[in-house]
């Protein structure tokens, strides 16, 4: 079954619908200039509304191998997700709890596994680039890989995604939200509805 995501988390009663909805991992975003921002205590916080069996991951870029490790552990995370030039080297110390990033179509796929697949930041892609997209992922899946699938996800579209990506895990954060930060709970309900009927189609 393909796992979902739900992040960019700010708010404790978002972390709370995603959990009863069904999510299989929380995401916060500890990136100082991102509008989704929050800070290592902030994470940790929020981090304690997540139950066992529901993994909690931070999400970091150009951050150091050394401080990527501290983020980790203060925090009480599961994994990072790693975008930048120090994600293959914080893999390498960090094993499985580091997933690195792949932002296409600038950076090639590196060695470690799981992968993140992502687009650029702000990208509005065309179907046909979204179809290539989620194509890529299913042949780094079937070449053995764990791909976290991201980018211009939401309820209308990741059904379709998994059934073409078969991914490990798909990646939702302004697909399902209100505005920067504030989920729209309908839409996290949708979102991981169809990602259900994608994995089981």
Same mark, same amino acid.
């Given at each position: 079954m393909t796992l979902v995501k739900v992040c960019g988390m700010t708010r404790p009663d978002d972390v709370e619908q995603a959990v009863a909805? +069904? #999510?299989?991992?929380? &995401?916060?975003?500890? @990136?100082p200039w991102s509008p989704r921002a929050v800070d290592? !205590?902030?994470?940790? &916080? =929020?981090?304690?509304?997540?139950?066992? &069996?529901?993994?909690? @991951?931070?999400?970091?870029?150009?951050?150091?191998?050394? +401080?990527? $490790?501290?983020? =980790? *552990?203060e925090a009480g995370l599961d994994r990072v !997700?790693?975008?930048?030039?120090?994600?293959? *080297?914080?893999?390498? =110390? =960090?094993?499985?709890? $580091?997933?690195?990033?792949c932002r296409r179509p600038t950076d090639e796929p590196g060695a470690g596994d799981p992968l993140l697949l992502d687009r650029a930041f702000?990208?509005?892609?065309? #179907? $046909? *680039?979204?179809?290539?997209?989620?194509?890529? #992922?299913? #042949?780094?899946?079937?070449a053995g890989r764990r791909v976290l699938l991201a980018g211009a996800l939401g309820p209308?579209? @990741?059904? *379709?995604?998994?059934?073409?990506?078969?991914p490990w895990a798909v990646d939702v954060a302004r697909g399902v939200e209100r505005e920067p930060g504030v989920k729209d709970h309908s839409k996290v309900t949708a979102f991981i509805r169809a990602a259900r009927e994608g994995t089981t189609a």
């Open positions: 909805a +069904g #999510a299989d991992m929380i &995401g916060f975003i500890i @990136v290592v !205590q902030t994470a940790g &916080g =929020l981090r304690r509304l997540v139950p066992r &069996g529901v993994e909690a @991951v931070g999400v970091l870029v150009d951050e150091t191998v050394g +401080g990527a $490790a501290r983020i =980790l *552990e !997700q790693v975008y930048g030039p120090h994600a293959e *080297e914080t893999r390498e =110390l =960090l094993g499985e709890r $580091a997933i690195v990033a702000g990208d509005e892609p065309t #179907a $046909a *680039e979204l179809d290539a997209h989620w194509r890529e #992922a299913a #042949a780094l899946g079937s209308a579209n @990741v059904a *379709e995604a998994v059934r073409t990506a078969r």
